[in-house]
């Protein structure tokens, strides 16, 4: 059964660039939440979306934006690229359905470099 | 707001010592509170998690924690520990199941042979 998958696993991007990050979700998981985590720090809640819906937003700027897709998968996009958003990106999932008992499952995250 | 605040950002231990991995948190509510374990250049794993019941909880690799209401703490602990502890560890809460965790700024466990 697989966990939660990421890709890339690494990117490097130049300031005011786009970048997209991908996640696929635990099988028969239904919710995506995305996480920041900068280095020596905890991880910072960015966003959630649950039926292809932003169900829940941290303090993030629009510059970050995201999508689910049908099967569950979810996109984040960063747009105009700052050095402070080197990072690494955590996807995690979880049940709705079953969200009282489901803890979220993370994936091993995307490390990305703003040069 | 919630808040976690973790004590302690670097805990060092000799192998088979009692591990204390201290946590306090605010809430307004009665919150959900978890601990996650990290190891380098992986996502965040659940060691255990608190939600309503019994206020001593277990977890995993000999893992508990003890959640008190009147200290609004969520301290960690393992009485013996071992090589592979060694990592850095998040306290988390939410408000409740399934909304975003906030997240402490965590603590990295050394462990000495």
């Known amino acids: 059964d697989a966990g939660v998958t990421q890709s890339p696993t690494h990117l490097i991007k130049t300031r005011g660039q786009q970048v997209t990050l991908r996640c696929s979700p635990k099988?028969?998981?239904?919710?995506v939440s995305w996480y920041q985590q900068a280095l020596g720090q905890g991880p910072q809640f960015i966003f959630q979306?649950?039926?292809?819906?932003?169900?829940q937003r941290g303090n993030f700027p629009d510059r970050f934006s995201g999508h689910q897709f049908p099967n569950y998968s979810s996109e984040l996009n960063v747009n105009a690229l700052l050095l402070g958003d080197s990072a690494l990106y955590l996807c995690?999932?979880?049940?709705?359905?079953?969200?009282?008992?489901?803890?979220?499952?993370f994936g091993n995250g995307t490390r990305l470099t703003v040069t | 707001a919630q808040s976690v605040t973790q004590l302690g950002s670097h805990v060092s231990v000799s192998e088979g010592a009692l591990v204390l991995l201290r946590c306090n948190y605010s809430?307004?509510?009665?919150?959900?509170l978890f601990w996650y374990v990290q190891y380098p250049n992986q996502g965040l794993q659940l060691l255990l998690k608190?939600?309503?019941?019994?206020?001593l909880v277990k977890g995993i690799n000999g893992f508990e924690a003890e959640f008190k209401k009147s200290e609004t703490s969520f301290h960690l602990t393992k009485p013996s520990a071992h090589m592979s502890d060694a990592a850095e560890y998040f306290c988390?809460?939410?408000?409740?199941?399934?909304?975003?965790?906030?997240f402490g700024k965590g603590t990295t466990l050394s462990v000495s042979s």
């Open positions: 608190y939600t309503t019941g019994a206020t």
């Open positions: 988390a809460v939410s408000e409740k199941a399934g909304t975003a965790l906030i």
């Open positions: 995690a999932s979880s049940s709705d359905r079953t969200s009282y008992n489901s803890p979220l499952h």
């Open positions: 099988s028969g998981h239904d919710t």
């Open positions: 979306y649950y039926e292809e819906e932003e169900r």
């Open positions: 809430s307004s509510v009665p919150p959900y």
